[in-house]
């Protein structure tokens, strides 16, 4: 039908009673589900900040260390004490007649080496599984520490042990007294004693450790026999601890010869035979002297480790890293690889009893 121009077309008849209401709701209900769809959110995400944090237990944290403990693929230790010596070639390191004296203690591997040239980027790699492309800046710029922010592309061994349930402490000689992150590069220390460099220190070198757990970073006096070392070993090391001896203790201001003697003391009287059950120590340099394939002195020392005269020369003579070491640990205790260096390096086998 059709209408002149002005003229008010008839009003459509209501359906009666029920029928009504129910038409209209139905119109209701399907208008308001195609607007739904049409539209890309209406619900805004929630906050993070505002939900609530859990945070574990003991009991759960026991729980989930037992977890961990059931996913290692090989479990040969209870703890680890990595001892990171400074630049020596593994030639002159098996001259020092200390060094070469625990080598014969157990598993002293003949193809191992280092990552890069300078030492930094191998202190990250040790803890990190990457050294984040800071050997690319060459020499001098790669010696210099940087601090990596708190974020998903920046973690370490300690994000996986906390995880897990486990710990982990760095002790640091001669750290020097003040407040953490200790932003300070360097620092001489007096009574010939030996330097502090903060480079040496890795686990600094992360934003994420100096904002949650510097209590984990622990101040060496090596002047004191009864330093917080001391004191740790006699209680118990946690799961993973990393020692960085003064700039004379681990010979990069002296000699291999007095970084031998050193660790061999301290192996002998600070951290003894009846205190190292269960504990892996792994003596390591950071880098070569500047031999060419930049080959190490590395050695493991422990109860779990089969003794020198037991060792098969092949298997001491795999090719290994320091991805190797990272990753043979992140096994032991059931840990995810960090990286794709990690994942990939082969891990220490053949050596424990």
Sequence with gaps: ???????????????????????????????????????????????????????????????????????????????????????????????????????????????????????????????????????????????????????????????????????FKQYAEELPVGNCPWDISGQHVAEKRGNYARRHVPFLSFREIQEKYCDRVIRVDSGKSDNYFVQDARKGLVAYSFYTPNMNHDGHDTTAEVAGAWVRKFLDETFPENLRKGTLVVITFDESGGNEDNRIYTVFLGDMVKPANQQDPATLAKHYNHYSVLRTIEDNFGLAPLTSNDRDAEPITGIWK
Excluded at 34 to 46: D, E, K, L, R, W
Excluded at 72 to 78: I, N, P, S, V
Excluded at 102 to 111: D, E
Aim: glycine share 6%; net charge positive.
């Design 1 to 167: 039908m059709c209408y002149k121009k002005g003229q008010m077309s008839p009003k459509p008849a209501e359906p009666p009673g029920n029928l009504s209401r129910a038409a209209m709701l139905l119109l209701a209900v399907l208008f308001s589900t195609a607007s739904g769809v049409s539209a890309q959110s209406i619900t805004p995400a929630p906050n993070p900040s505002q939900q609530p944090q859990i945070s574990k237990s003991p009991q759960g944290k026991e729980e989930e260390a037992a977890r961990a403990a059931a996913r290692a693929k090989a479990r040969h230790f209870d703890r680890v004490l990595i001892i990171a010596l400074e630049n020596v070639d593994y030639e002159r390191a098996l001259q020092d007649p200390n060094l070469a004296a625990l080598a014969a203690r157990g598993a002293s591997f003949t193809n191992f080496h280092a990552l890069f040239h300078p030492s930094y980027p191998n202190y990250l790699a040790m803890i990190a599984g990457s050294d984040f492309g800071i050997h690319r800046r060459g020499s001098y710029l790669g010696d210099k520490q940087v601090n990596f922010p708190s974020d998903s592309e920046h973690k370490t061994i300690a994000d996986r042990l906390i995880a897990a349930g486990l710990d």
